[in-house]
């Protein structure tokens, strides 16, 4: 509803099976064939008594724009046009590197001769599990960033 006719054709794919080998992300790569990728996903955050500090991502600061993760590296170009728009718009954001786990822009980059991926992440409590807790800002703070990106970005 918020998109004002963008100069570029937007595909979003929801995909199945990222857990068992991205399965879904890897049929919708090749049928689709775009010429970037931005991945949606959540993301651990390190901001409870127990957590693993190398996770650096909290609550309520943003969506994490990930530089690379221990499946793919995201497009340097991407990352730095999600920054700008962010900043220029005054959209919160959290820079991540994640030493384990992935996402479906592994999948993107690994399709045909590569897409150009990156990943947008939500901070997240309690991955994988029935209490997975979020910020609703951090979720919309996410949505504003796509939206500058598909309206200015590419």
Known sequence: KRLNSPNNTVYCSFSTQEEIG???????????MPEACIAIDVTDSSDTPKAFKRHAMVL????????KDRASISDRKIVDKLI??????????????????????AAFQATASGIASATVSIPTRYVHTPSETVHLDDIKNCVNLLIEYVQKGV
């Open 60 to 67: 309520k600061k943003g969506p994490a724009i990930k530089v």
């Open 22 to 32: 991205l399965m879904g992300a890897r049929v919708a790569g090749y049928d689709i």
């Open 84 to 105: 700008e728009l962010a900043e220029e718009s005054g959209i919160p954001y959290q820079m991540e590197v994640l030493i384990m786990g992935g996402t479906n822009a």
